[in-house]
């Protein structure tokens, strides 16, 4: 694998995206890039990642991680980033900071991620990518930070008393992120729109400050899947830190139980209907993708046997899904050994990439001394 800061695909082309914020925008821009990706996949190149604060559930695997697998196994480079940095925007300690990290890589490894070809790394291991954060904070205004709606819904789940800086700043941080490497490509869930926003915001201004002609970094894409926001069992995202998941390391017992407890509504006939029926027809999405079927066809089967009969059927169609991804997971757990080996090489590769991004940034900048 190439991963020197020269190889960049070019930026994908964004004309399409005229609501920068909105979903709509953003499904009919994923469609367009989903077409120029089977034609091209060596034009891409993708960051994504997640935050180390639990193991990864189904809106994980629905909402990126399925799209993940599905770009490095059409040959579109990937670096994955733990960001364990970001633990902390929300909480005052990042607890069990090294088995979190470690299960990440478990489940990683459990859905298809190769490690031979996309490069798996930790945020606090790379610190020339860190040294972006402080030219880019320098390029958006308080203003910009504080319209972000996905840190407002943060900040009225966090679990701090008073908000910090680090909970403002990191969508500046994730751009770091994704702009150390160059990608052009992100496939991420709703709740990271805005911060993609940003990143392009930041990308265009560095370029039209410091370096006219030719640019130093692309504007990025989000790629959306078909469930860009999968709920969870109280009827909010589905997130690690909420409570409310069904992760993919549970067993079959245990996402029956939760699946059971699941909030749905007290109108008897199924039906797929988002808009107004948001936490059943989350739930016919989830078996859908499982079986890969339509949302429509499982309510149809269901018809008027009620919220029981739909969540028995959701908890077979995802507890069949789920089985070779856990058996695989539970082979993996067993050697911790290659799940550090597999970081300590992904950083050595990703400061390989930051060093070099960084060198162009100061030259650009007229900082090399
Ligand atoms: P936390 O509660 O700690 O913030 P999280 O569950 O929100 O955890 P993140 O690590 O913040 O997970 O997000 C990782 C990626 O997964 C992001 O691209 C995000 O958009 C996507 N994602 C997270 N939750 C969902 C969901 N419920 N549906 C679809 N995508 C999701
Ligand atoms: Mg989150």
């Known amino acids: 694998m190439n991963t020197t800061a020269q190889a960049v695909a070019p930026t994908a082309p964004s004309s399409a995206f005229a609501d920068p914020l909105g979903m709509s925008a953003a499904q009919d821009r994923s469609a367009v890039l989903e077409e120029l990706i089977l034609k091209n996949p060596g034009h891409f190149r993708v960051l994504t990642g997640d935050r180390p604060t639990g193991r ?21 480079e990937m670096y994955v980033i733990i960001a364990d940095y970001q633990v902390l925007t929300d909480r005052d300690i990042a607890d069990n900071l090294t088995e979190h990290v470690e299960e990440l890589v478990l489940d990683y490894l459990a859905i298809g991620v190769n490690p031979a070809r996309s490069t798996i790394f930790t945020h606090s291991a790379v610190p020339a990518l860190n040294q972006l ?17 996905t840190v407002k819904d943060e900040i009225a789940h966090s679990r701090q008393s008073t908000v910090s800086g680090l909970m403002f700043t990191y969508p500046a941080h994730q751009a770091a992120d994704i702009l150390f490497c160059k990608a052009n490509l992100v496939p991420v869930g709703k709740d990271q729109l805005p911060h993609l926003e940003l990143t392009r915001t930041i990308a265009r201004r560095f370029n039209d400050r410091y370096s006219a002609g030719s640019a130093v970094f692309p504007r990025p894409d989000a790629l959306l899947s078909n469930a860009p926001l999968l709920l969870g069992t109280d009827g909010g995202k589905m997130s690690k830190s909420r409570g409310n998941a069904i992760t993919l390391a549970a067993d079959a017992d245990e996402t029956a139980r939760l699946i059971k407890g699941a909030k749905t509504d007290s109108e008897r006939h199924i039906a797929y209907d988002p808009a107004s029926r948001p936490e059943v027809s989350s739930l016919l999405l989830l078996a859908a993708l499982c079986q890969n079927r339509t949302p429509e066809q499982i309510a149809s089967d269901i018809g008027s046997a009620g919220a029981a009969a739909l969540k028995k059927t959701v908890t077979e169609a995802v507890n069949e899904y789920l089985a070779p991804i856990r058996a695989r997971r539970s082979e993996y757990a067993n050697d911790r050994t290659y799940l550090r080996e597999i970081l300590r090489e992904g950083n050595e590769r990703a400061n390989a990439v930051a060093d070099k991004t960084l060198a162009e940034v100061r030259a650009a900048m007229n900082s090399r001394y």
């Not at 695997?61 to 579109?76: A, E, I, P, S, W």
């Not at 904070?137 to 972000?148: F, I, K, P, Q, T």
């Open 133 to 149: 954060l402080l030219p880019f904070l320098s390029l958006v205004s308080v203003a910009d930070l504080e319209r972000n709606p």
């Open 56 to 76: 990864l559930h189904l809106g994980h695997y629905f909402g990126t991680l399925h799209n993940r697998v599905r770009l490095q196994n059409l040959g579109v």
